[in-house]
């Protein structure tokens, strides 16, 4: 079964500090994998994905095959950057397979 | 354009008794799916649904079943519920199958098994 590991649970940094959230998979061919965020009481929804190559809300992402790794950055944290941050993985049958999320505080 | 809608948005049962969720995708999404949140398990895939057929199902006993209707409203059924179902059950939708599509995020519903 594929997997998506989050190592860290919360992750605890200063505004204005650069952050790495860690995402690592299972290798199985060419991956499609995606950011989801969850603000406090909204609803989970899609960051961004490794296929775009985009920067959204400052974070970027870079799937590195050889360390079968998915790490989300953002060289400048901002407070309302604070959330649940989850890493997923497509999976035919349109199945997203969820790592177990990081929580991010930024500290003012 | 309006979001996905999932009723209700919290709902206490007894073991042993049923349960029935709703979920309403956006407008013109064909594809709706389900997943269980649990702090314990995370998020987990339960079925997807595509024009009223079911194309695939997670590793969930055949206790948790799902249906869709011709307008792609979803409903998901859980039988026989044990406390550990207690979760709160999260659907997407996106327009078709596949990776390019996005898939939105219900507000989910919280069940809780007493």
């Known amino acids: 079964a594929q997997r998506v590991t989050q190592p860290e649970k919360l992750l605890s940094v200063f505004k204005g500090a650069p952050v790495e959230l860690k995402c690592n998979y299972s290798?199985?061919?060419?991956?499609?994998l995606f950011w989801y965020v969850q603000y406090s009481r909204q609803r989970l929804q899609l960051l961004l994905r490794?296929?775009s190559r985009e920067s959204i809300k400052g974070f970027t992402a870079d799937l590195n095959k050889g360390e079968t790794s998915f790490h989300l950055k953002k060289p400048f944290a901002q407070e309302e950057d604070s959330a649940m941050y989850y890493c997923a993985r497509y999976n035919a049958g349109n199945m997203l397979t969820f790592g177990g999320g990081t929580r991010l505080m930024v500290k003012p | 354009k309006a979001g996905v809608t999932q009723t209700p948005r919290y709902l206490i049962k007894t073991r042993g008794q049923q349960v029935t969720l709703s979920c309403s995708p956006i407008?013109?999404?064909?594809?709706v799916s389900w997943y269980q949140q649990t702090p314990g398990q995370g998020l987990q895939f339960l079925f997807e649904y595509f024009s009223e057929t079911q194309r695939n199902k997670g590793n969930f006993p055949g206790r948790f079943s799902g249906r869709q209707f011709s307008n792609s409203r979803s409903e998901m059924n859980v039988s026989t519920l044990e406390l550990g179902d207690s979760a709160l059950y999260l659907c997407a939708s996106s327009i078709s199958g596949g990776s390019s599509y996005e898939q939105y995020f219900g507000p989910g519903t919280r069940l809780t098994v007493t």
């Open positions: 290798y199985s061919g060419s991956p499609e």
């Open positions: 407008s013109g999404h064909r594809s």
């Open positions: 490794h296929i």
